[in-house]
């Protein structure tokens, strides 16, 4: 069956640029109601359907992109009275773009499958400037002619597709991937603010960091912050980074494999949101730090 409907439900920073890509590829393209009202009225504009349930995105669709917050998110939209499941017919492929639970992806593409609908894992990386431009990571999870037949879709917003294996496989290597990345990010928060209390010239420290070994994106996106008040190089808030972890180290107990520097990372993270920073990006770790080190904002 060749996939002429788009369904996109979670119309957010990355699902905007998604939806903004399907259409201009050519799909004809339904976003359910959301609470960023900008956004899907937007794509509305640019030719898409607004629905008001996911069991009407999945009835009018071939295939459907989910992209929301993570596993609770999922399950609802999944399992919900008015759910993917209770509105898709026999043949409907759904593509989960969150950053969810190994586990639960597995057990709902078995529910999937006993209804005749496939159900993979497709989860992003990079940010929402790429998802605008086309240009994002993809993680996908499934079999292969699964992956074939939605790849076109797929190829609209992003330029890397990598397949991972089974269903339940991308959505780990998105959490190891999480851990790598936010992982810098802390330890990148933490390195600068030692730099501002011991009244390092931030411009040296980016410099002899970013021409050798220590080098990492994470740190050339946070070192704005104190460069120039930018954070908008990684617009991630704190609270999801802090659920990725979570769902990171959950898997680790279960596999099972120690963690010890994961554990260490997340609780920075929900020292952050405990603080109040949850709502804040990702570069605002530092912000978190400086308030802990007593130092003060020039």
């Known amino acids: 069956m060749s996939i002429k409907m788009v369904g996109l439900i979670g119309v957010g920073l990355m699902g905007h640029g998604i939806g903004k890509n399907v259409l201009e590829k050519g799909y004809a393209l ?46 609802e939209t999944m399992y919900g009275e008015k759910g993917v499941l209770a509105g898709g ?4 492929l759904v593509a989960d773009c969150s950053t969810a639970i190994p ?28 998802a605008a431009a086309g240009k994002l990571g993809l993680m996908v999870g499934g079999e292969a002619a699964v992956i074939d037949q939605i790849r076109p879709v797929l190829s609209t917003f992003a330029d890397l597709i990598v397949h991972c294996g089974d269903v339940g496989s991308a959505h780990q290597v998105k959490l190891i991937n999480n851990f790598l990345a936010l992982g810098n990010a802390a330890i990148a928060a933490e390195a600068i603010t030692v730099a501002l209390k011991a009244g390092i010239k931030i411009e040296a420290l980016r410099d002899i960091v970013t021409g050798g070994g220590a080098a990492s994106v994470m740190f050339g996106r946070l070192i704005n912050v104190p460069l120039s008040d930018d954070d908008s190089q990684a617009q991630f808030a704190i609270r999801n980074a802090r659920k990725d972890l979570r769902y990171y180290t959950n898997m680790t107990e279960q596999l099972p494999v120690p963690s010890p520097i994961g554990e260490t990372i997340h609780q920075s993270f929900v020292l952050a949101e405990t603080l109040g920073y949850g709502d804040r990006f990702v570069p605002r770790m530092i912000d978190m730090m400086m308030q802990l080190a007593g130092v003060k904002k020039k």
Do not use: W, Y
């Open 30 to 75: 339904n976003v359910m109601a959301h609470r960023n009202r900008g956004s899907v009225e937007d794509l509305v504009k640019s030719g898409a359907k607004e629905l008001k349930t996911p069991a009407e995105i999945a009835a009018a669709s071939d295939f459907v992109i989910l992209c929301v917050t993570g596993t609770p998110q999922v399950e």
């Open 89 to 92: 017919k026999k043949g409907l």
């Open 103 to 130: 586990d639960s992806t597995k057990k709902i593409a078995a529910d999937c499958a006993a209804k005749g609908i496939t159900f993979v894992d497709t989860p992003m990386t990079r940010t929402p400037k790429e």
